[in-house]
């Protein structure tokens, strides 16, 4: 018996190894799949407009709403390692936002922040939901800020993970490079990938080929679209930053930052201090960009706690 076993499990790790070389793509989907099981996610869609939006929900259905929305050339999946620790409480939406993910990729569409808005304004009408907290991270945050500036009767509370949309007063690596004409966030080779890595990061995320590989060559393929994307955000936040429209912001805000982040510096962190009423910020040492994937328990930690706070605050 311990042998047939043996046998079986034996077969099943060739199978497993000879899928995922054979169809790398698909064993990425797979992994995916698990890995939002794991997390207590659901992988969901819902049409207006005519088109299909996909996202993942988490949480009690009669749980507060949570909106958690990625960076440029992000997905969905960038939150979940963070998520997991908010959905026993929170009733957590994590859309793919237009463009990105399992979205269509129409280069004739709107990706100005203004659209994104109000896409966004579409997405929860869709679904349902009146009045919600949300959170952004990097693109996702200067989202944040615009639909709360424009539609601030539906937002409960927001989380900005080292925002755009803000100017601080030290210039960051990646705007310095964008006003030479220098696009960092965007690659055309196997390299460049690797770079992108290490400059989102404080410490380079070990990602195994299976998963480097596909994103990389998704990177590549998408280039001119994600750049059609990338250089009239960067125009607006350069030409028009949200600056001296913060203090405008009622509902409560948490700032959480990383030090180390080079694409967006840390000083925005005092001029969202400075101007937003109310507002709770914490900066993470030894931390890039994506502190929900450089530091998933320690800021979920920090965002669960200020949730609670709103919640004894408004009981």
């Known amino acids: 018996m311990i042998s047939k ?15 995922r070389f054979a169809y790398p793509r698909r064993f990425l989907r797979l992994v995916l799949l698990a890995l939002r099981r794991i997390a207590g996610f659901r992988t ?3 049409v207006f407009n005519g088109t299909r939006w996909s996202y993942l929900e988490g949480g009690p259905e009669s749980g507060e709403v949570l909106v958690l929305l990625h960076g440029f050339s992000g997905d969905k999946d960038n939150w979940l390692l963070y998520a997991r620790y908010l959905r026993k409480d929170y009733r957590v939406i994590i859309p793919d936002l237009p463009g990105f993910g399992d979205n269509a990729r129409d280069p004739d569409a709107d990706y100005h922040m203004d659209a994104q808005a109000r896409w966004l304004l579409a997405f929860v009408d869709a679904m349902g939901i009146e009045k919600f907290h949300v959170g952004g991270n990097s693109m ?5 800020l615009k639909f709360t500036l424009a539609y601030a009767e539906r937002i409960l509370s927001l989380a900005l993970l080292d925002s755009a949309g803000v100017l601080g007063k030290t210039k960051s690596e990646l705007q310095l490079a964008t006003e ?12 460049e990938f690797d770079r992108l890595l290490r400059f989102i990061v404080y410490r380079p995320l070990p990602l195994p080929g299976f998963i480097k590989k596909p994103y990389c060559e ?3 393929a998408n280039r001119p679209f994600l750049e059609s994307i990338f250089w009239p955000m960067a125009e607006e936040m350069q030409d028009r930053p949200l600056n001296d429209q913060l203090q405008k912001i009622a509902a409560p805000a948490l700032v959480i930052w990383g030090r180390q982040d080079r694409l967006i510096d840390v000083s925005c962190v005092d001029v969202l201090k400075a101007q937003i009423p109310n507002n709770h910020c914490v900066v993470f040492e030894e931390t890039g960009h994506v502190p929900m994937l450089e530091r998933p328990a320690e800021s979920a930690a920090v965002h669960a706690e200020f949730l609670n706070n709103y919640r004894a605050a408004t009981l």
């Not at 046998?7 to 000879?18: H, K, S």
């Not at 030479?180 to 390299?191: A, H, M």
């Open 5 to 19: 076993i043996l046998i079986v499990a034996a077969a099943f790790v060739v199978v497993v190894i000879v899928f």
């Open 44 to 46: 969901r869609s819902v």
């Open 140 to 144: 996702g945050g200067y989202i944040t």
């Open 180 to 191: 030479k004409g220098e696009s960092l966030l965007t690659v055309s080779s196997p390299e």
């Open 218 to 220: 998704d990177l590549i």
